[in-house]
C-alpha cells in the first residue's frame, strides 16, 4: 500500500469509526440533556478531579473562551462548578457537583449496559491487538503533528 492508499483507507475508518460512535454514544448523552462536547468535559474533570479553565480548554483543543463558555453552560445545568483559585484569583477552577458525577455514572452505566454485552464477544488478544494498532496510530498523528508543526510557513 502506498501513502496516498493508506491516508484515504486512514480518512475512511475515521469517518466510519467516529460516525459508529456518534451514533449510539450520542443518543445516550443527548438522554441525558448533554451534548457530546459537555460530556468530554465531565469526563476530563472528573479524570482530574478538579482543572484549570486553561486546562481544560488545552485537554479539548479550543480555545479558553469556548471551554469558558461550555463550563458557564454546564454550570447553569448544575453539573460543575467553576470557582476563584483562592492563590490567584484571576484563575478559574472547574469541579464536577455531584449532580455532575451522578449524571456521568448514569451515562457510564447506560453506556455498559449497551456496549458490554456486544464488547463480550471479543476476545482479550482481540483487545490488545485493537489498543496496539492504536497506539501506533497515535505514534503516526504524533509525528504528522510534529511535522506540520515544524514546517516553514505555518500560520
Given at each position: ?17 467516529g ?7 450520542g ?35 479550543s ?6 463558555a461550555?463550563?458557564k ?34 451515562i ?35 509525528s ?7 514546517s516553514?510557513?505555518?500560520?
Open positions: 500500500m502506498d501513502i496516498r492508499e493508506f491516508q484515504n483507507h486512514l480518512w475512511q475508518l475515521f469517518r466510519a469509526i460516525q459508529g460512535l456518534d451514533g449510539p454514544l443518543t445516550i448523552v443527548q438522554a441525558h440533556g448533554i451534548t457530546m462536547t459537555q460530556l468530554r468535559i465531565l469526563m476530563e474533570v472528573d479524570h482530574r478531579s478538579e482543572m484549570t479553565v486553561g486546562e481544560l480548554s488545552q485537554a479539548l483543543g480555545a479558553p473562551a469556548n471551554s469558558s461550555m463550563c453552560t454546564l454550570e447553569k445545568k448544575g453539573l460543575v462548578s467553576r470557582d476563584r483559585s483562592p492563590e490567584d484569583e484571576r484563575i478559574v477552577l472547574i469541579t464536577l457537583t455531584p449532580e455532575g458525577k451522578r449524571v456521568l455514572h448514569l457510564e452505566e447506560d453506556l455498559s449496559s449497551k456496549f458490554d454485552p456486544v464488547l463480550e464477544g471479543y476476545s482479550p488478544g482481540e483487545f490488545e491487538q485493537i489498543i496496539s494498532g492504536m497506539e501506533k496510530l497515535k505514534e503516526v498523528v504524533t504528522l503533528q510534529q511535522a506540520f508543526q515544524n516553514p510557513g505555518r500560520r
